[in-house]
């Protein structure tokens, strides 16, 4: 795999290369790490990346955190000091260089680092990069680096008393550290600490890059003007020969050093450039760029970067109904389709490569082009965005704020302030980057949630106004003064749903459905210009369920359960609004599986009311795309990866041509929704059936146009038309878009009432099941209406389809993507559908 931004000339381990060039040495410390808890007498073996929750779990101290209840038998975990430590060497023809520094990324939070005994550095931040000159306390063996960590709260629980009131979001304001660990609403509670990056050395001479950033200056269909600006730091003032390379053009240019920090740049043309899209729209073409910097004959640093040459927009223009808000890329609207990203995992350390490309490519397969970084999270991984650029994804990313009131003293705003620059510094280079939004609901909070209640009117303006500082002052000036261009958003959403304007103008964050427990079709009703957050629970996947679980576990309302269910209502939540949509279940296993289904089709309400607005509303972000532990939540995919029934849904529904139905005044209204680069031509089909396959109306339409700029309505009947005499309830409409050679674009079925008012027929379903290069063909075909077909199985794989409907005869394949061998193909899979739930 490439690297898809800035590498400057990483020397791994190389010392004899180290020798003979001029370039730096980065070098990561990869060697056995050891840790205990503070002032106790056994260390214990570890390795980095790592937290003290995965350091205590490899060592047999502690059970799994995620395991049954485990989670409020560790919380003791928060309160203690832990130390980690390493022995290194360093080969000398490192320690030679005039300046050897180490460097530590993502130290979680509040560390006092040690060199051979002597004081490094302290930090108080787990989203900065902290470094310090080690030359005169390095020696070519035997290194001891040894790391201290405070307990995030014992550290400042002075200063929280000292206030004066408790800030709303509790002490987690305090500390610049991923405010999900202290607990939410899907997610446990593990305060910890650890070293989430393996240190490095980095050693250099005369001259170092310490940051470059390529962005298009002027872009025409012919041309693109670009500009690459880099800072450096010299020890030197001399003339140099920077030599600049982007595919087959080359250019060379005469320049002097000055010492001390610096910037300049190089300006360059590329004819006919080929542009970064993002998926659906196009191809994301990345470019690869290179400096090099020469003195004489020899290069003395060298920087590349792959990039995108793109530009991008956030539209807010008045208009009759309010004000927009929309994204363009390169001058062209995009309909913003995804969802909300959390962290995958507590334990940071965790996430393996391979799980970000997983879960980007299921993205990207489901036909998303934007996922929004929630900010109680992480400013993720370099890798998460090296695959966001490659793939075509956009992201909304949010500064790590979210749900709270934060500190307005100085100390804050200087940690907040350098946070805020080295994250636009490292991340701007990233054609997906398309917002920095401040932070996640603190301004709808404030006004809404009746905060502001327990303070005085002097305390209430001293808050606002330290508010007013971080997030319209200090945040957005340092976006404008060093984004690259990206728009800032203060705060997500502009306003509350109790806010009119919450659907005329900004972004909405709906919650009406769910937390409020108004029915589904309030979606079609309450369209914001950009819905940035909204969504409904399900249980995740039953084999999930089973690996944090003991069979008597399995109850609805369990000890365990109830710990995988953070929200305070979510049970009682899901069962009102599956006692309105569904009819009773046997089992538990079976709560689960329609637990999933109502999920999906009233996340599918949503989904479909917010295209079939376009260009009024121009996003649709669902709340959430992932889990950060095994739990009860609104992801589409659940913690290990599992697709529920909400993704595949989702899939469906994001498809870039699409059909919306509604029915209105009893005329059955089909729109035509189109997100690709032109207009199409499709052929529309509307077929009625009864649940036992007899066909109730017929009708087809040629040359059907859907635009790209707006949705519209391509067909419409009424529903005696359709149906004839059928009642509704016993009636299915399948819709289908066909391209003008018969290839098919989209196809729908659509139900008039909720399934619990539907007389759904027993159904046989037969199954046959063929080994395939890709793993195993399954062919399905059911005698009668089957809805919501769930094929489930032991084995590890995916399944290309799944919790989709058959008509009577329908003949169905899905592939089980899988790397595995299994005996006995036939009997490993198992079916259900939703007439199998009912008593």
């Given at each position: 795999m490439k690297f898809f931004t800035l590498v400057i000339s990483v020397l791994l381990a190389m010392p004899a290369l180290a020798q003979t060039t001029a370039l730096p040495v980065r070098q990561p410390i990869h060697v056995p790490w050891e840790f205990r808890q503070a002032h106790t007498e056994s260390w214990k073996p570890t390795k980095v990346p790592v937290s003290v929750h995965t350091a205590l779990l490899q060592n047999g101290m502690i059970e799994d955190p995620y395991y049954r209840d485990n989670e409020e038998k560790l919380q003791w975990i928060e309160r203690e000091d832990w130390e980690?430590?390493?022995?290194?060497?360093?080969d000398s023809a490192v320690l030679q260089h005039k300046h050897v520094?180490?460097?530590f990324k993502s130290l979680d939070t509040y560390a006092h680092v040690y060199l051979n005994d002597s004081l490094l550095l302290e930090t108080d931040n787990m989203f900065r990069t902290w470094k310090a000159d080690a030359r005169h306390l390095l020696k070519p063996k035997g290194n001891r680096l040894h790391v201290y960590f405070e307990s995030p709260l014992k550290k400042v629980e002075p200063d929280w008393k000292n206030l004066g009131y408790e800030l709303p979001g509790g002490i987690r304001t305090m500390t610049r550290k991923a405010q999900f660990h202290y607990g939410w609403d899907w997610g446990p509670r593990f305060v910890g600490c650890g070293i989430l990056k393996a240190p490095e050395i980095l050693a250099w001479n005369d001259l170092i890059i310490e940051n470059i950033y390529v962005t298009t200056q002027k872009l025409t269909k012919e041309n693109a003007r670009m500009v690459a600006r880099f800072r450096y730091r010299s020890d030197i003032a001399a003339p140099v020969t920077v030599f600049t390379q982007i595919g087959k053009s080359k250019s060379v240019e005469d320049r002097k050093l000055q010492i001390g920090v610096h910037e300049d740049?190089?300006?360059?043309?590329?004819?006919?450039?080929?542009?970064?899209?993002?998926?659906?729209?196009?191809e994301p073409f990345l470019y690869d760029f290179s400096v090099s910097i020469k003195q004489n004959v020899a290069t003395i640093e060298r920087a590349d970067v792959r990039m995108g040459i793109r530009t991008v927009e956030l539209v807010r223009e008045k208009d009759s109904a309010g004000e927009s808000f929309y994204f363009k890329l390169n001058?062209?609207?995009v309909f913003a389709k995804g969802a909300n990203y959390i962290p995958q995992d507590m334990f940071q350390d965790r996430v393996a490569p391979d799980q970000y490309k997983r879960l980007l490519d299921d993205a990207v397969a489901s036909n998303m082009n934007m996922l929004r970084v929630w900010g109680g999270g992480i400013y993720e991984d370099d890798l998460f965005y090296q695959l966001c650029d490659a793939r075509g994804i956009l992201v909304w990313q949010d500064f790590m704020y979210a749900c709270a009131m934060y500190p307005g003293n100085g100390s804050f705003l200087k940690n907040a302030s350098r946070e805020a620059f080295e994250q636009i510094e490292?991340?701007?280079q990233h054609p997906c980057i398309a917002l920095w939004c401040g932070n996640n609901e603190n301004d709808e909070a404030w006004h809404n949630w009746g905060w502001q209640m327990q303070f005085t009117e002097a305390q209430r303006g001293q808050l606002w106004r330290d508010y007013q500082v971080l997030f319209n002052d200090l945040l957005r000036t340092y976006v404008e003064n060093y984004g690259g261009g990206v728009p800032y958003w203060e705060s997500s959403p502009k306003f509350g749903r109790a806010n009119a304007k919450s659907t005329t103008e900004g972004d909405s964050?709906?919650?009406?459905?769910?937390?409020?427990?108004?029915?589904f079709d309030m979606f079609n009703k309450k369209v914001p210009r950009f819905m940035s957050e909204y969504g409904f629970q399900s249980f995740p996947d039953w084999h999930t369920i089973t690996t944090f679980t003991q069979p008597d576990d399995r109850v609805l309302d369990s000890k365990v359960m109830l710990t995988h269910q953070k929200h305070p209502r979510g049970n009682a939540i899901i069962a009102e609004y599956m006692k309105r949509d569904y009819r009773p279940t046997n089992n538990f296993e079976d709560f689960v599986y329609v637990s999933q289904l109502l999920q999906a089709e009233g996340m599918r309400t949503g989904i479909?009311?917010?295209?079939?607005?376009?260009?009024?509303c121009m996003g649709t972000l669902y709340w959430q795309l992932n889990d950060v532990w095994p739990v009860a939540s609104w992801a589409g995919r659940d913690y290990y990866g599992r697709w529920k029934a909400l993704q595949y849904y989702a899939r469906d529904v994001f498809r870039p041509v699409a059909a919306m139905p509604l029915v209105e005044d009893d005329i059955l209204k089909i729109y035509g929704v189109c997100d690709l680069a032109t207009d199409v031509r499709v052929t529309v089909q509307v077929r009625a059936f009864d649940f036992d396959g007899k066909a109730l109306s017929d009708v087809t339409q040629l040359d059907t146009p859907i635009r790209t700029d707006s949705s519209r309505m391509i067909w419409q009947s009424a529903l005696k038309s359709v149906l004839g005499r059928k009642k509704e309830e016993n009636a299915v409409v399948e819709i289908t878009l066909k391209s003008p050679e018969g290839n098919l674009l989209y196809r729908r079925l659509y139900y008039f009432t909720p399934p619990r008012k539907q007389a759904l027929p027993r159904t046989r379903i037969s199954m046959k099941v063929e080994q395939v290069n890709e793993g195993y063909r399954i062919s399905l075909e059911s005698n009668k209406l089957a809805r919501n077909v769930l094929i489930s199985t032991d084995a590890k794989g995916f399944l290309s389809d799944n919790y989709f409907d058959m008509l009577p005869g329908e003949r169905k394949t899905v592939l089980f993507r899988t790397n595995g061998v299994i005996d006995d193909p036939q009997s490993a899979f198992r079916i259900k559908s939703l007439v199998d739930t009912y008593n």
């Open positions: 980690f430590q390493c022995v290194f060497d360093v520094e180490l460097v740049s190089v300006t360059w043309d590329v004819p006919e450039p080929r542009l970064w899209w993002c998926n659906g729209m196009g001058g062209v609207p490292r991340l701007r964050h709906y919650w009406g459905v769910w937390h409020d427990e108004e029915p479909e009311a917010h295209r079939r607005n376009k260009p009024y």
